[in-house]
């Protein structure tokens, strides 16, 4: 049985410092390097053991004034869904007039996420 080990050289993206943090997970044990904060160590662990991401996307618009919607998620989704999460919305399509913050699909890939425009869209006619 091997020893499970991972190894992550990331950068701190929560202020402008943008710290170079390497984080080493070895046998359930997390050692964070680099860090100059709590906050910090804490995105790093989160960044080796659960990555999310607030994903955004543009879908396709039926009669809009323009072809294509901005979305986002409502909140931040696993990393590992978002291919799955992207496949799904690049297949729909929604109908103008589209109003800023109207749910386009509720809890997407069972994330608990919604995905919301995030802006309006008005019809051609
Ligand atoms: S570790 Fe702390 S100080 Fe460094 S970039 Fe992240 S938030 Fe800023």
Redesign the pocket.
């Known amino acids: 049985m091997g020893i499970e080990t991972k190894n992550k050289a990331i950068t ?1 993206i ?2 402008p ?3 170079k ?1 390497d984080v080493l997970k070895k046998k359930g044990t997390i050692i964070v390097k680099g ?3 709590a ?3 804490d ?1 790093a662990i989160k960044e080796i053991t659960n990555p999310v991401r607030v994903l955004t996307a543009t879908i396709r618009v039926r009669n809009g004034i323009l072809p294509l919607l901005p979305v986002k998620t409502t909140l931040s989704i696993p990393k590992k869904q978002v291919f799955t999460c992207l496949k799904k919305l690049y297949q729909l399509e929604v109908k103008a007039p589209v109003k800023m913050g109207t749910v386009i699909v509720k809890s997407i890939a069972n994330t608990n996420s919604d995905i919301i425009s995030t802006r309006g869209i008005d019809s051609k006619h």
């Open positions: 701190c929560l202020c410092l943008g710290c943090i860090a100059k904060c906050k910090g160590k995105y």
